[in-house]
């Protein structure tokens, strides 16, 4: 009857668990132009492979999605596919959740693109945490040095791939 008592008292006391998440990998490719050189385009053949986990809490309600992010660029001129090539590695981790409004919130730290230019140095480098309001598409918080695709040298780029 002890056994039973403390068993019982156990099961009123322990905490409820939330269920397990759910867990998704998705690869995928994508064809960017990166730059306009003149006679040439710059093309980035990227290859992403994206892990997510879904979280619920005790009563089955969403919470946030965690992401893992991995990137591979592959740079090259359109003239020439077959010449010179650049690559870099992007490693991310994200998570999606709410802000105290109930606002989506995207909060991403890691290196998000290096890119490095040989005579040139990392012409392309984004690498720290950032929060983005997905509601307002305000940033909220930024850290490490950021460069996007909109501010990398690309007169310098195209000097690179324009040597052959």
């Known amino acids: 009857m002890k056994h039973l008592l403390?068993?019982?008292?156990?099961?009123?006391?322990?905490p409820a668990h939330a269920t397990k998440p759910d867990?998704?990998?998705?690869?995928?490719?994508?064809l960017v132009e990166v730059a306009d050189c003149g006679d040439f385009m710059v093309m980035d053949d990227a290859w992403i492979i994206m892990e997510s986990k879904d979280f619920y809490g005790t009563n089955g309600d969403y919470i946030r999605t965690q992401l893992k992010l991995t990137g591979f660029d592959d740079l090259y001129s359109d003239a020439d596919p077959e010449g010179i090539h650049?690559?870099?590695t992007a490693h991310l981790n994200v998570r999606l959740t709410f802000d105290?409004?109930?606002d989506p919130l995207w909060v991403q730290q890691g290196l998000a693109v290096a890119i490095v230019v040989p005579g040139y140095g990392p012409l392309f480098f984004d690498a720290g945490k950032l929060i983005w309001n997905d509601a307002?598409?305000?940033?909220?918080?930024?850290?490490g040095r950021q460069h996007d695709w909109?501010?990398?040298?690309?007169?310098?780029?195209?000097?690179?791939?324009?040597q052959e």
Do not use: P, R, W
């Open 100 to 102: 105290k409004n109930g």
């Open 86 to 88: 650049l690559t870099g």
């Open 150 to 162: 909109n501010f990398g040298d690309f007169e310098a780029l195209c000097e690179y791939f324009d």
């Open 136 to 143: 307002t598409g305000e940033l909220v918080f930024s850290a």
């Open 23 to 30: 867990a998704n990998t998705i690869e995928f490719s994508d």
């Open 6 to 14: 403390l068993l019982a008292l156990l099961l009123v006391v322990l």
